[in-house]
Structure formats: structure tokens, C-alpha cells
């Protein structure tokens, strides 16, 4: 099933209807998610444009981020 979502502004829930569990996402996490599908890379120049960070901590935070989406199956990243 797909994965629901609910804007609210500056943050979103993000609900995986296989597990009915709920998930908040920031607004950074907001962001991104609104950006999917987009390559790794491109989510990090989001990052970094928006919040003028620098390109390592875009990179570890998108790292981290869709590490964690992936864990709670709510996207399915491709490895290759």
C-alpha cells in the first residue's frame, strides 16, 4: 500500500498503512520528503541551498534520513 502523508506546514505525518505506524518529519524531513523522488545528490543541494549548510552535514543528513525512511519502510531506496 502507499505510504499516507499529511502536510502540516512546517512539519509532516507520515503514515505507513501496513503497520498503522505514524511518523513526524521536521521541516528539513518535510523538505526532502517533498522532493522524492530525487537522486541523493539532489536532496543534498536542497539541503545545503535551503538551510545554507555545509555539504558534509547535507550529505550525513540525508544520509541519515533516508536511512531511517527506508527502516520503517515508508521508501524503498534503490543500491545500486
Known sequence: ?????????NELVVLNPNNNQMYNLNSSGRLLWQALPASELRLQ???HQKYHISQEVSRKDVETL???????????????
Open 1 to 9: 500500500q502507499d505510504v499516507l502523508a499529511t502536510d502540516l506546514e
Open 45 to 47: 543541494e536542497i539541503l
Open 66 to 80: 533516508l536511512k531511517a525512511l527506508e527502516s520503517r519502510n515508508l521508501v524503498y531506496l534503490s543500491h545500486e
